[in-house]
């Protein structure tokens, strides 16, 4: 439809899906634009990455055994939200419950332990789909230090970078943003050595930016990563490959906490 002469793509007949956004299947192929004359044939655009945005925080207790326990909300928005709700059409509760603790748990380090405590917006389509879970991870111990990640959240998609070079191109379903909150509650008595330096690398298409403040009795750790693109041609790859190492690089991380009474 035509707004202010300028073109709006919409997807009413794929449920769930928001105004003003076409889910992700169907864009950067060929449709037929239809008018007075026939009609001619255009290309759906892909949306921005700011249409898709998975954005996670969480607010965790430090013990002195090197625990984390606490709580993580995350909220899904655009094709990650659809994506989320039409695959949960075809599940009950128990199996909805199972899956998003199961993709919970892939991000997070190996043996956290993940509850899923509750969910807002299944059958909503312009709001976000928000989940909140319990989680526990197993302590880091040093010695009298205490060891936790400087982000709690790993990407996947770094696994994808393994090989040197590459003869196809890199497809990304869609494009999209992850936005990460992590507020540790330090135990009493310990406090950080030197943080890590927060980074801002960026290229044509893609971003990433973390920080790292420790104001008093706490952690304050934060990651923004946008991929603006969804094809990456094979020339290409080893700038794509570079950024991902990198971010990785940032995801691994980790920060250590002395008691102060040492």
């Known amino acids: 439809m035509k707004v202010n002469d300028s073109d709006l793509f919409l997807d009413p007949g794929t449920r769930f899906c928001p105004f003003g956004l076409v889910v992700w299947n169907y864009t950067s192929v060929t449709g037929l634009q239809l008018d007075k004359n026939g009609g001619s044939f255009v290309v759906v655009p892909t949306a921005t990455a700011d249409k898709t945005i998975t954005r996670r925080t969480a607010e965790l207790e430090l013990s002195a055994d090197g625990k984390l326990r606490g709580e993580v909300t995350i909220e899904f928005k655009g094709n990650q939200a659809v994506q989320h709700r039409l695959e949960a059409l075809d599940n009950d509760d128990a199996g909805r419950k199972q899956d998003l603790e199961q993709e919970l748990a892939t991000w997070l380090p190996a043996g956290a332990l993940v509850e899923l405590k509750e969910v807002q917006g299944w059958e909503s389509s312009g709001e976000p789909l928000v989940t909140r879970f319990a989680v526990e991870l ?39 943003e992850e936005i990460d ?36 009795g706490q952690l304050v750790l934060t990651r923004a990563l946008v991929v603006n693109s969804i094809y990456f041609q094979p020339e290409q790859y080893g700038n794509l490959r570079d950024f991902f190492y990198k971010l990785k690089a940032a995801d691994d991380e980790q920060i250590v906490l002395n008691p102060k009474n040492k």
């Open 138 to 176: 197993g302590g880091s111990l040093t010695g009298k230090r205490l060891v936790v990640p400087a982000n709690l959240f790993r990407s996947p998609q770094t696994d994808s970078f393994s090989a040197s070079e590459r003869k196809y191109p890199v497809y990304f379903p869609f494009t999209y």
């Open 181 to 216: 909150k992590l507020i540790i509650h330090v135990a009493p008595g310990y406090s950080p050595e030197a943080l890590p330096v927060g980074q801002d690398v960026k290229s044509a298409s893609t971003r990433f930016i973390t920080t790292r403040s420790a104001p008093a």
